[in-house]
């Protein structure tokens, strides 16, 4: 299969192969708007309620593929990404971002806006929605521009993710 045949693991299509950066304008104001009008916990229901809603179809992707699911889903991701620098290392048992330049913060910052400071925080509340039903967690440490995040599978064991763990914007 070519790559025009072959369907793309992302949960929407589009016709270009970048997105436009200024996208992450809207993003930050949305997350500005429900925070200050409903509060934190309103915000952190949104961010859960669009990992579990709106990726459902990437969800259902993670339970049927695994680790290779997850890995192309964020390869996916971060080439549509307009200035995202991103290794996706995968193995059997965990898919590991390391993002070494997060392109909503550097975007945001490179004009100037004032970043939501909990903004980092949308990453860990949308993917841990996605990936539960797949069996999946993620851990998350860094923010404000630089980050790692894993993908592992869900055990009783796992920790639960430390959000100090997860730097604020600035």
Known sequence: MSDAETPSPLPYTDT??????????????TF???????????????WRDIGASYYRPVSLKWAE????????YWRSFFKAEPGAEVE???????????????PAIHH???HGRTIVPNFCQH????NEAIA?????TVRICGGN??????????????????????????
């Not at 925070?35 to 916990?41: I, Y």
């Not at 990453?123 to 949308?126: E, S």
């Not at 539960?132 to 999946?136: N, T």
Request: aromatic share 8%; with cysteine.
């Open 32 to 46: 500005r708007f429900i925070q200050r009008h409903h509060g934190e916990e309103a915000l952190k229901k949104y």
């Open 123 to 126: 990453c860990f509340y949308v």
């Open 88 to 102: 996706v290392i995968e193995s059997a048992d965990e898919v590991r971002l390391e993002v070494k330049r997060c």
């Open 16 to 29: 270009k192969p970048v997105g436009h950066a200024d996208f992450y304008f809207a993003i930050n104001a």
């Open 108 to 110: 945001l910052r490179d």
């Open 65 to 72: 593929q695994g680790m290779r699911g997850v890995a192309d």
């Open 145 to 170: 521009g630089t980050c790692t995040q894993r993908f592992t599978k869900r055990t009783a064991e796992a920790a639960p993710q430390n959000m100090e763990d997860i730097a604020t914007a600035s």
């Open 132 to 136: 539960e039903p797949a069996g999946l």
